[in-house]
């Protein structure tokens, strides 16, 4: 395989890659708090996954138990892996009366998972929850400086690779009540980026085919030489 035709079928292996991910993006556009992921390369041409943090738009609800962050941070989740991370405020009670995610983890507040007593709900744009008037605890949202150490799971659920000690208290951060944040996906952008990264692959392809030919034809007059 010649050097040129080698850089062009490592092209296509990482726009092979690259349409999956626009692909991926495109089918999580519907999913409640949803970072997009981009492929980026580093001075070593080593690929690797970047999460867009941008604020996705807002989506009243009108539930209580829905919750959209404004700002950096996160909602902190408790789950059987370990601590877990998440934008997607889409809450409920379990049967014990606690705070949890639509997947069953609870909800930390500042104290621990929060458990909620019947009443009226209300949450104050810094995260004070209040049943009946009366303060039952505050959500615990965090950020990290080092947020290239996340690393998306499933369920809309962000683990984080450094040292728990890492978490801190965003300096910017508001909550809404009966608000989701939507994917920060945009489908037209997709669509242009599936739209070029198809055009760009084909046009690969079609340089892999005629190096692949010309060095059949090289290899096959080699061969007539007497």
Same mark, same amino acid.
């Given at each position: 395989?010649?050097?040129?035709?080698?850089?062009?079928?490592?092209?296509?292996?990482?726009?092979?890659?690259?349409?999956?991910?626009?692909?991926?993006?495109?089918?999580?556009?519907?999913?409640?708090?949803?970072?997009?992921?981009?492929?980026?390369?580093?001075?070593?041409?080593?690929?690797?996954?970047?999460?867009?943090?941008?604020?996705?738009?807002?989506? *009243?609800?009108?539930?209580?138990?829905?919750?959209?962050?404004?700002?950096?941070?996160?909602?902190?989740?408790?789950? *059987?892996?370990?601590?877990?991370?998440?934008?997607?405020?889409?809450?409920?009670?379990?049967?014990?009366?606690?705070?949890?995610?639509?997947?069953?983890?609870?909800?930390?507040?500042?104290?621990? *998972?929060?458990?909620?007593?019947?009443?009226?709900?209300?949450?104050?744009?810094?995260?004070?929850?209040?049943?009946?008037?009366?303060?039952?605890?505050?959500?615990?949202?965090?950020?990290?400086?080092?947020?290239?150490?996340?690393?998306?799971?499933?369920?809309?659920?962000?683990?984080?690779?450094?040292?728990?000690?890492?978490?801190?208290?965003?300096?910017?951060?508001?909550?809404?009540?009966?608000?989701?944040?939507?994917?920060?996906?945009?489908?037209?952008?997709?669509?242009?980026?599936?739209?070029?990264?198809?055009?760009?692959?084909?046009?690969?392809?079609?340089?892999?085919?005629?190096?692949?030919?010309?060095?059949?034809?090289?290899?096959?007059?080699?061969?007539?030489?007497?």
């Amino acid at each position: 395989m010649t050097i040129e035709m080698g850089k062009a079928v490592q092209g296509a292996s990482r726009l092979d890659k690259q349409f999956d991910i626009i692909a991926n993006r495109l089918a999580n556009v519907g999913t409640t708090g949803y970072k997009a992921e981009s492929l980026t390369f580093d001075e070593l041409l080593q690929a690797r996954m970047r999460i867009d943090l941008s604020q996705g738009d807002a989506q *009243p609800t009108g539930n209580p138990l829905d919750l959209a962050i404004f700002g950096d941070g996160f909602f902190k989740v408790e789950t *059987p892996q370990g601590d877990r991370y998440t934008r997607n405020g889409t809450f409920t009670l379990d049967k014990e009366g606690y705070l949890v995610t639509q997947d069953g983890y609870r909800v930390f507040g500042e104290g621990g *998972p929060i458990a909620l007593e019947g009443g009226q709900i209300t949450i104050s744009d810094q995260g004070v929850i209040n049943v009946n008037d009366s303060q039952v605890g505050k959500l615990k949202i965090i950020t990290f400086d080092a947020t290239q150490k996340l690393k998306k799971e499933g369920a809309s659920l962000l683990s984080y690779t450094g040292d728990s000690g890492d978490e801190r208290t965003p300096d910017r951060v508001s909550v809404q009540q009966g608000v989701l944040e939507q994917s920060n996906v945009s489908v037209v952008t997709e669509m242009s980026n599936m739209i070029a990264t198809t055009r760009s692959y084909e046009s690969a392809q079609k340089i892999i085919q005629t190096y692949s030919e010309m060095d059949t034809k090289a290899a096959t007059e080699v061969g007539l030489v007497r």
